[in-house]
């Protein structure tokens, strides 16, 4: 499986203050990760991150350039993409998009399918498998036994009715 260079992480929903501050819904695991890059990707642009914090669940963050609050307004809306190369994730840790598309097999090694989407749930995320029927797994130690990202595979036990 080929790996995205650019993974989608955010959305800027406002912005914040008058210095040019923006407000960012975060699609990664939490304000604090996202802080961790240097940078974010918005189209084809680099903004550098200047100065960054949680808030209430969202990143306030001042970018490079970005000098008031009539540029920030102009960057309302936009999805951040940010490059995997600017972090280095803990051992046995991956990002969801890397899963996409992996070989879901049983304990035994029979396929069930491949996993489509995942569903991100309060409780834990769901992984939707498809295959000869649609199986959705929580993404819980007792079902997802094991997860291979690098070679694309993904050791579940089901249980009747999933």
Avoid: C
């Avoid at 350039?65 to 490059?83: F, H, I, Q, T, Y």
């Avoid at 996409?100 to 939707?128: F, K, M």
């Amino acid at each position: 499986m080929e790996k995205q260079q650019y993974i989608p992480a955010g959305k800027i929903v406002n912005t914040h203050g008058v210095q040019g501050e923006v407000k960012i819904e975060v699609w990664l695991d939490s304000p604090q990760f996202l802080r961790r890059f240097g940078r974010i990707f918005l189209g084809e642009r680099e903004y550098r991150i200047e100065s960054a914090r949680a808030h209430k669940g969202f990143l306030l963050a001042k970018l490079e350039g970005v000098e008031d609050v009539n540029a920030a307004m102009a960057l309302k809306g936009k999805e951040l993409r940010v490059d995997r190369n600017d972090v280095r994730l803990p051992r046995g840790t991956y990002f969801l998009q890397d899963i996409l598309g992996a070989r879901v097999v049983d304990e035994a090694g029979t396929e069930i399918g491949v996993l489509t989407e995942v569903l991100e749930r309060p409780a834990s995320n769901v992984y939707v498998v498809q295959g000869e029927s649609e199986h959705l797994i929580p993404a819980v130690p007792e079902f997802v036994l094991s997860t291979d990202a690098e070679a694309g595979v993904i050791t579940v036990r089901l249980i009747e009715g999933m």
